[in-house]
Each structure stands twice: as structure tokens, then as C-alpha cells.
């Protein structure tokens, strides 16, 4: 990993950005003050106080540090791929400043030691704030809960068996009703393991044409249901991770219409690509596939959908259906995807292109600017019941700032995360990270 320089004092005056914060509904041209790395005054003009830094934001906008619900730092056990060091640097880069760790590790965060040591860790090397997720079941197995209430004492948002759908119906009516009492959620990888057996993209005119086994709707839709239902059955938090299907939508809307604590999120790649990147750059299933047929950089799970589907995501964010944004960044090695599609491993390096993928949606009238850096800052930070995600006076200075406008191309040699497994090589993206400070502090 490079070395990285950092100011190293806490008092900054932000001087002439475009400041917009959702949580105050304030969007205006205005400095804003970090004292000791709190949030001191907000207002048209700041006289520099002797002892502060100035950046100057002009042309910039300034909203609160991100909130990424859904991220994979590998670490422990697959500290080739990613480590909380490598992850929180990418994700500071990425304008994150508090990230949710899945427990997918190796050991599992199933028990009091392995979440010690992330928060070891975390306190140790993260550039930034590390929020774990604690498993549902032991070993992410499905066979036998975990110790959510020891877990929820350490921290943990709440649990989750991450790429390990809770198959069990029965297990998952108890994990439901015994985190109500602990007033956290369950956050599940919603899909019929027995319908997606074997199947590595989205079931449609694509897979056919590459001659692939796809993964049905259906898959998704089923388990859905079924967990909404036991939410009402129970009383319990479902939180739906990295919603793709349409039928997904509608079941949430009518949950949360019924009064089920039932909530969602989505990816940057689902909100804005499609199934025919895996086929290459072509639409049309009746030219010759070009050479980047088939790329293994374009495989994830749940998988990206057909464009009606994305339009039901965008269509989602603008009418309240979905949540948040997270990334489930999902960093991988070479080795791991240097294989046949069927073979390669799932998942999309997100963290350092999210905000350039998401701005697409901007430039594109889908939602506005204002909307966007709600359901990466608010909105999150509402679902962790925490103070964060706002520029609230007397709150950490967590900001992140960015040009709208700035236009760069995606390299992923020049990721700070250990994955470098992007679709988007090469694209032209719009809407630049250019600092991000924690508690007061420039980290990037």
C-alpha cells in the first residue's frame, strides 16, 4: 500500500463550497468551520481563526462523509484480497468515512474474538470508522444462531450470514424475533439457494445467448417474501441487502405500506449497469460477441439485472422504495477471476467509483443531487441510529468533498483497495472525490 500523507491538525475552515446536507436540508454557498474536529459554525463568511488550515471549495461541493451499509474488508482470513488498512484507505478515497463490515471472514464473526479483533484492528490501521456486522448463525451455516446478544454488546449494527442466504425458515422466524428484543436488524442475501444452483449471471437473452445457467428473478423474489412475512410474523428488522428485481420492489412497497419493518438497499452497479456487460459492448444478440464477452469482472451476486430492471432502482431511489446505497464492495485477487465465468468468483470492486458511477444518474435527470447524497449520508445514518451523516454543529467533522464536474478515467491500477476487479475499466466517469476528512482530519 502507498504511503499517504495527513494533516495533522483537526482545525480546518472550508471556505466557499457548495454545502449541502440533507439532514438540515441546507443547501447553500457558505464556509464551514472544524474545531478540534467538531463541527463549529457553518455561515456565509468565516474569518480564518489563527489556528486553522484553510481548503478552499470553491466550485466544490461539501456534504457529510458517506455511509457505505454493505462492504468487505476480507480481514481476517483473506488479507490477500483486502485488509481493513487497504479497505478503509479505499473507501476514504471513495469519500466514505464510515463503513459496515460484513462477517463473511474467515473465522466468521459469530463469536466474541473474531469481532474483538476487527475492532482491534480497526482502532490499529482503519483510516476511517468500522462498523462490523455480526453473523445470524454460527458459521454462517444456518443450523444454529449465533450469540447475537454477546454480539450486540461489542457493537455489531446488526447480523447478517451475508453470501449464505438463512435458508431455514424456522431459523430465520427465531433470529428475526431475538433481534427485535435487541432492536437490530437481520440483514439478508435474499435468494433460493436451489433455484440459482449452478448459475453464475441473470436468467434472460443474454445467458442464453452466452450459453450460460442464469439466476431467475424468482430466486430473489421467493426469499423476499417469505422474510417480510416473518418480519410481520415477529416484529423483527429485515433489511433486504443489494435489492435487483422489480417484484423485489413491489413486495417492499407493500410491506412497508402494511407497517413491516422492512427496509432496502442498492448498489451503485445495480442502479446503473446491465446484464449485457457481461456479453461485452454490444446490445444486439445477433452480431459476433467481441473479446470482452464474458467477463469475470462483470460477475456478481445477485447479478446485474436486465435494463427494465434498473430502471426499477432508479425509479426506486426517486420515490422513497429503497433506503440507502451501499456498495458491497467485494474486492478480489487476479487469480480469482483469471478463469472461465462459470468458475470466477463473485463480486465488484466499488468502493473508488461509486460516487462517479452514481453522478451518471445525476447528469442523466434520474434523481437529484440533493437525493443522492441523502441515501449516502442520512438515510444511512438513520438506519444505524447514529450521529453521523450530518454537518450538524457540534457533530464530528466527517466531509467529504467533490466536483460535481471533474471528469477522470477508471484505472484500477491506481485503486488503493487490494481489488482491482472493475467492469468499468476505462470508463469516463463525471464527479471527483477531491478531500474527505475524519473527525476533523484530512485522510484523503
Same mark, same amino acid.
Given at each position: 500500500?502507498?504511503?499517504? $500523507?495527513y494533516?495533522?491538525t483537526?482545525?480546518v475552515?472550508?471556505k466557499?463550497?457548495?454545502?449541502?446536507?440533507?439532514?438540515?436540508?441546507?443547501?447553500?454557498i457558505?464556509?464551514?468551520?472544524?474545531?478540534?474536529?467538531i463541527?463549529?459554525?457553518?455561515?456565509?463568511?468565516?474569518?480564518?481563526?489563527? /489556528?486553522?488550515?484553510? =481548503?478552499?471549495?470553491?466550485?466544490?461541493?461539501v456534504?457529510?462523509?458517506f455511509?457505505?451499509?454493505?462492504?468487505?474488508?476480507?480481514?481476517?482470513?483473506?488479507e490477500h484480497?483486502?485488509?481493513?488498512e487497504?479497505?478503509?484507505?479505499?473507501?476514504?478515497?471513495?469519500?466514505?468515512?464510515?463503513?459496515?463490515?460484513m462477517?463473511?471472514t474467515?473465522p466468521?464473526?459469530?463469536n466474541?474474538?473474531?469481532?474483538?479483533?476487527?475492532?482491534?484492528?480497526?482502532?490499529?490501521?482503519?483510516?476511517?470508522?468500522?462498523?462490523?456486522?455480526?453473523?445470524?448463525?454460527?458459521?454462517?451455516?444456518?443450523? +444454529?444462531?449465533?450469540?447475537m446478544?454477546?454480539?450486540a454488546?461489542?457493537g455489531?449494527?446488526g447480523?447478517s450470514?451475508? @453470501?449464505?442466504?438463512? !435458508?431455514?425458515?424456522?431459523?430465520?422466524?427465531?433470529?428475526? &424475533?431475538? &433481534?427485535?428484543?435487541?432492536?437490530?436488524?437481520?440483514?439478508?442475501?435474499?435468494?433460493?439457494?436451489?433455484l440459482?444452483?449452478?448459475?453464475?449471471?441473470?436468467?434472460?437473452?443474454?445467458?442464453?445467448?452466452l450459453?450460460l445457467?442464469?439466476?431467475?428473478?424468482s430466486?430473489? !423474489?421467493?426469499?423476499?417474501?417469505?422474510d417480510?412475512s416473518?418480519? !410481520?410474523?415477529? @416484529?423483527?428488522h429485515?433489511? %433486504?441487502a443489494?435489492?435487483s428485481t422489480t417484484?423485489?420492489l /413491489?413486495? %417492499?412497497k407493500a410491506?412497508k405500506?402494511?407497517?413491516?419493518?422492512?427496509?432496502?438497499?442498492?448498489?451503485?452497479?445495480?442502479l446503473?449497469?446491465?446484464?449485457?456487460?457481461?456479453?461485452?459492448?454490444?446490445?444486439?444478440s445477433?452480431?459476433?460477441?467481441?473479446?470482452n464477452?464474458?467477463?469475470?469482472?462483470?460477475?456478481?451476486?445477485?447479478?446485474?439485472?436486465?435494463?427494465?430492471?434498473v430502471?426499477?432502482?432508479?425509479?426506486?431511489l426517486q420515490?422513497?422504495t429503497?433506503d440507502?446505497i451501499?456498495?458491497?464492495?467485494?474486492p478480489?485477487?487476479?487469480?480469482d477471476?483469471?478463469?472461465? =465465468? +462459470?468458475?470466477?468468483a463473485?463480486?465488484?470492486?466499488?468502493l473508488?467509483?461509486?460516487?462517479?458511477?452514481?453522478m451518471t444518474?445525476?447528469?442523466?435527470?434520474?434523481i437529484?443531487?440533493?437525493t443522492? %447524497?441523502?441515501?449516502?449520508?442520512?438515510d444511512?445514518?438513520k438506519?444505524?441510529?447514529?450521529?453521523i @451523516?450530518?454537518?450538524q454543529?457540534?457533530?464530528?467533522?466527517?466531509?467529504?468533498? =467533490?466536483?460535481?464536474s471533474?471528469?477522470?478515467?477508471?484505472?484500477p491500477q491506481?485503486?488503493l $483497495?487490494?481489488?482491482k476487479?472493475?467492469?468499468?475499466?476505462?470508463?469516463?466517469?463525471?464527479?471527483?472525490?477531491?478531500?474527505? =476528512?475524519?473527525?476533523g482530519?484530512?485522510?484523503?
Amino acid at each position: 500500500m502507498r504511503k499517504r $500523507s495527513y494533516n495533522l491538525t483537526a482545525n480546518v475552515l472550508i471556505k466557499g463550497g457548495r454545502i449541502i446536507d440533507p439532514s438540515q436540508s441546507i443547501d447553500e454557498i457558505s464556509d464551514l468551520l472544524v474545531t478540534d474536529g467538531i463541527i463549529t459554525e457553518i455561515k456565509t463568511s468565516i474569518d480564518r481563526p489563527r /489556528n486553522s488550515e484553510v =481548503f478552499d471549495a470553491e466550485g466544490k461541493i461539501v456534504c457529510p462523509g458517506f455511509i457505505d451499509l454493505h462492504c468487505h474488508l476480507r480481514e481476517p482470513g483473506e488479507e490477500h484480497k483486502e485488509t481493513i488498512e487497504t479497505g478503509t484507505a479505499a473507501a476514504a478515497a471513495g469519500g466514505f468515512t464510515t463503513v459496515c463490515a460484513m462477517p463473511n471472514t474467515f473465522p466468521a464473526m459469530d463469536n466474541q474474538s473474531v469481532v474483538e479483533y476487527v475492532l482491534k484492528k480497526a482502532k490499529e490501521t482503519a483510516q476511517i470508522r468500522v462498523l462490523p456486522i455480526g453473523c445470524v448463525t454460527v458459521g454462517r451455516k444456518g443450523k +444454529q444462531l449465533s450469540e447475537m446478544s454477546e454480539l450486540a454488546e461489542l457493537g455489531v449494527i446488526g447480523f447478517s450470514d451475508d @453470501g449464505d442466504p438463512v !435458508e431455514d425458515p424456522n431459523i430465520m422466524r427465531q433470529a428475526l &424475533s431475538y &433481534s427485535a428484543g435487541l432492536n437490530l436488524p437481520i440483514i439478508n442475501h435474499c435468494e433460493v439457494p436451489t433455484l440459482v444452483d449452478g448459475a453464475s449471471m441473470n436468467e434472460g437473452w443474454v445467458s442464453n445467448r452466452l450459453g450460460l445457467k442464469g439466476m431467475p428473478n424468482s430466486a430473489e !423474489e421467493v426469499m423476499v417474501a417469505r422474510d417480510l412475512s416473518l418480519a !410481520e410474523l415477529t @416484529g423483527g428488522h429485515i433489511h %433486504i441487502a443489494h435489492t435487483s428485481t422489480t417484484g423485489t420492489l /413491489n413486495l %417492499i412497497k407493500a410491506a412497508k405500506a402494511r407497517g413491516i419493518k422492512g427496509t432496502c438497499e442498492v448498489t451503485p452497479h445495480h442502479l446503473t449497469l446491465s446484464e449485457t456487460l457481461v456479453m461485452g459492448t454490444i446490445e444486439d444478440s445477433f452480431v459476433p460477441l467481441p473479446r470482452n464477452a464474458y467477463d469475470t469482472n462483470a460477475k456478481v451476486n445477485p447479478p446485474l439485472r436486465n435494463q427494465n430492471d434498473v430502471r426499477s432502482m432508479v425509479e426506486g431511489l426517486q420515490n422513497g422504495t429503497i433506503d440507502v446505497i451501499a456498495t458491497d464492495h467485494a474486492p478480489h485477487n487476479q487469480v480469482d477471476k483469471t478463469t472461465t =465465468f +462459470q468458475d470466477a468468483a463473485f463480486g465488484i470492486s466499488v468502493l473508488e467509483t461509486a460516487l462517479g458511477s452514481l453522478m451518471t444518474l445525476v447528469e442523466n435527470g434520474h434523481i437529484d443531487i440533493t437525493t443522492l %447524497i441523502k441515501k449516502l449520508t442520512a438515510d444511512p445514518a438513520k438506519f444505524l441510529g447514529m450521529p453521523i @451523516g450530518s454537518l450538524q454543529k457540534g457533530h464530528n467533522a466527517d466531509i467529504t468533498v =467533490f466536483d460535481p464536474s471533474e471528469t477522470w478515467i477508471v484505472s484500477p491500477q491506481k485503486f488503493l $483497495s487490494k481489488g482491482k476487479n472493475t467492469p468499468i475499466e476505462g470508463s469516463l466517469l463525471k464527479g471527483k472525490i477531491k478531500a474527505t =476528512f475524519f473527525k476533523g482530519r484530512k485522510i484523503y
